[in-house]
Nanobody, 126 residues
Framework: QVQLVESGGGLVQAGGSLRLSCAASGRTFNNYVMGWFRQAPGKEREFVAA????????GYTDSVKGRFTISRDNAKNTVDLQMNSLEPEDSAVYYC???????????????????WGQGTQVTVSS
């Protein structure tokens, strides 16, 4: 049974940093695409970043490029999202997701992902 558990959210001032972590368990994820999404109140869920667990490829939405970094820690079995230079517009619930299909074309589509965590709240004050 796949479980994804996010942690690391919180309240931070604009310009600050947070590091989110997604603990993945239940199977080997080497062939999975792991993604981070976010959803702010009244808005649709939005793709943030993704990586292929067994490779080096990463992808980001334009608004976070140069500020956010997605990475994996094989020893801890986590996928992390380092968020720097945070802006109030980054405030949202952040979700970790796992896609069994290792293809890369549709990484920005939430409906491609098979498993989701419960989310962690990130609030950036101005």
């Amino acid at each position: 049974q796949v479980q994804l558990v996010e942690s690391g959210g919180g309240l931070v001032q604009a310009g600050g940093s947070l590091r989110l972590s997604c603990a993945a368990s239940g199977r080997t994820f080497n062939n999975y695409v792991m993604g981070w999404f976010r959803q702010a109140p009244g808005k649709e869920r939005e793709f943030v970043a993704a990586l292929r667990w067994g490779g080096t490829r990463t992808g980001y939405t334009d608004s976070v490029k140069g500020r956010f970094t997605i990475s994996r820690d094989n020893a801890k079995n986590t996928v992390d999202l380092q968020m720097n230079s945070l802006e109030p517009e980054d405030s949202a619930v952040y979700y970790c997701a796992a896609d069994r299909n290792p293809g890369w074309i549709r990484i920005e589509r939430g409906d491609e992902y098979d498993y989701w965590g419960q989310g962690t709240q990130v609030t950036v004050s101005s």
